[in-house]
């Protein structure tokens, strides 16, 4: 089968026809701040448009349809080209001069990482700082199309079981799906930014720190526009529980939200990976709080204001660090890596936990986990009664078993592409906890890591090479793996 | 089904009967140096001949048959009741009088873990040291045992393809098996252990130095008679070659040996297991001697000499480095968590490896790795072509799916029971780095971990309850998860 390339640079062109158009907000916006990086957003603007625009035209007699491998593709590409493009804006405005940096900011902003490679977020323009979160909030809304409509149909990581949970027609093409599911999810990431925006500006937030944030929060990107990320609000409680809301939102499965919105309760209150979500979320904020407010080495007191009292401030850190990291948004407010060795150990496996799938988050993802431990406990119930055929069921279905061992393998590369992660992160000079650490968050799209890449630093002191490995990572953990590793194998490029 | 707790009894007694048996050759030795231990080490003999005589007698009366419920409950409380009486020796000769540290050092020894509690070695009586070589060796014959023929019956983590290529009767009972084929694989184990102390005397350890570690080299247990494990022999390359050498043989399938005695060298070439592991030993080697050559930040000449120059050592340091933690063995003749973060990665990496099925090493083991790796390269071809049915082959025969299946839910489990090991390691003070690496350790049966668990040091920092909590995950990385962890299932205590 010879790969239809002309739709794959069609579609590229479109992306970058979007990215363009995206630009010039960031150019507007600069222009109102006079902020003196507008004619470089713009150039950038005008560029991308222009590169976008010839694409679509030299490929515009291409043929409609589009193949599996085809699809493999314009994921892939799509997600780097949307990298070397967005990256003209800090380039052409000189905010960040060096391609490594530019890139490794920009591709940490579509995968919704959040890991930044700038020491002095605050000095930005803020034009800059918009099309920053941009670059999340854009990524964000690749990962809800990439959700409902392309991985299932890719086959890729147990996908398709959540797949046949969203609205919209149930076609085997890509076309309707894409157009109506995801419109509808569209409408409500929209919806929850815009409210988001508005609750945080009515808690005191200026009205820029309030869209960026939002921005950042519904895609659990975690750019801020503060050095301190959220902590620069830790006198202002409300604030952050505005926040920890809407990451709470942001990690939850869209459709949910879309039948909380047509009143059907009764699906939400059903769904298994929703319940075990927010039972985690519970469970390991009480744990975490009571380490905090007894044990924590440094005291939450020492740089942290306590406005509702000692108890409240434990309680607010660790649900915020909590969702957090399970959302993998991985906003600041308190270095949880300097509480207790236990919750850094705890907070490392929380790393591997994710959201829920159909959110914008990374990771493995609860439902993952949750057939994993399913299938680990039945294992038990086989191997006693080694004849009876025992099947994994979910939200009270069948679950195929071919879906189950898709599952589990993706686990298995995941926790295979880490150690590979942490090893190369150890080659090139990162003390262990912060290669084991960067891995994990890298792959995760968590953003704060360990070590020298805590949550107080960033990931500027890595070396070139780790900076691109890291954006290998970002990449390969936010496209679940197996769309972008499947174009490394010789079966891919095999004609059949 | 009412289990039959009769014969459950009688195994444990038999079990105590041939461990007191032991202890008295320790006795006897103790009593030829007249190390002041003989009377401590001769009274806990008798008394675990005594209560193993009993045991047997009380339950002469009962049914011969044993199901798989009780082979579970035998394997495991086996383990326990070997360890608890093989602490004896160490009480009753106030060697270790602490239970936690007697415990600890005697299921270290059973599980061919090799971790200690002991600060100086050397002060011990030569009647206790032997004592505590034979736990490792007595340890190894069990798991021989264990993996030959008792596993493959409980149908636990892909033993069932190694077990096929056994020699022996091909029966479903119990018996035939373990008298025939053990015995074969035991005499094998004897011959080398016998080879490895005449080898190393004539090499010039002392017989005692020379005794002790090959029963702990071919049972890749890991105890030593020094302080500084064979780092005391770092001016004798000959010594540590040899170690080496057994080593290698100790990890790799000891059916291998039997066919190579019995002239058929084909069956040895043909094996992907013996394959990659003897390729990813050398692999690895090569990698870290390089690293260590030109790069390691603690020079291996500091406190290591050189007899043949610089090169040789950074080669056999990194040789033994190797096998000694794939092949779970443990012993130390250089600090590897020392040399540099990408080698300490490399190192932790290497604990999750494990050597061959069929051998006396611990660990994940390089079949599993292997169908895991095949199996996982197989699901990007099954994602392409969906409808086609890709099964896994090794060693040139179709791997049943429900044997993957096994073994993917292995390594889940695995790596579940490494994450919270280290969580509960963390919650009880652990450093973050010496909380997974005990961890590891620990549940890979490896002995030397990282942080305050280095090589050099060892496992008397830990607290009480760390220490009881490490002699569980020995406990249950040695009985290949399943065996144990089955116990704790409600499956399990279901009548049905
Ligand atoms: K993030
Ligand atoms: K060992």
Redesign the interface.
Known sequence: MALNSKIILHIMGLLLLCNGGFMLIAALVSGIYADGATLGIAIASITTLFIGISAMYFTRGHKKEVK??EGYLIVTFGWIVMSLSGMLPYIFSNAIPDITNAFFETMSGYTTTGASILDDIESLPEGILLWRSLTHWIGGMGIIVLAIAILPL???GGMQLFAAEAPGPNTDKLHPRITDTAKRLWFIYLGYTAAETLLLKLAGMTFFDAINHSLATLSTGGFSTKNLSLAYWNDQPLIQYIVILFMFLAGSNFVLSYFAFKGKVQKIIKDEEFKFYSAFIVGFTILAALVVYFQANVPVTEYHPMPLGAGESSFRHSLFQVIAVITTTGFVTADFTGWT??????F??LM?MGGSAGSTAGGIKVMRHLL?IK???L????????NAVIPVRYNNKTVK??IV??I??F???Y??LF?IG??V?????????S??GGAASSLGNVGPA?GSLNPLSNFNGLPDLGKWWCCFLMLAGRLEL?TV??LL?P??WKR?
Chains 1, 2 share one sequence.
Do not use: S
């Open positions: 599996r491998k890719l086959g890729i060795p236990f919750l850094t150990v705890f490392f496996g591997f994993i299938n680990g406990l294992e038990f119930k086989r191997t006693l009664h080694i078993e071919h061992y898709n589990i393998g686990f298995v590369l926790m295979l150690i942490a090893l992160l150890g080659a090139l000079g990162l003390d262990f906890v290669a084991i360990f197996f590793l499947i194998t079966y891919f059949t």
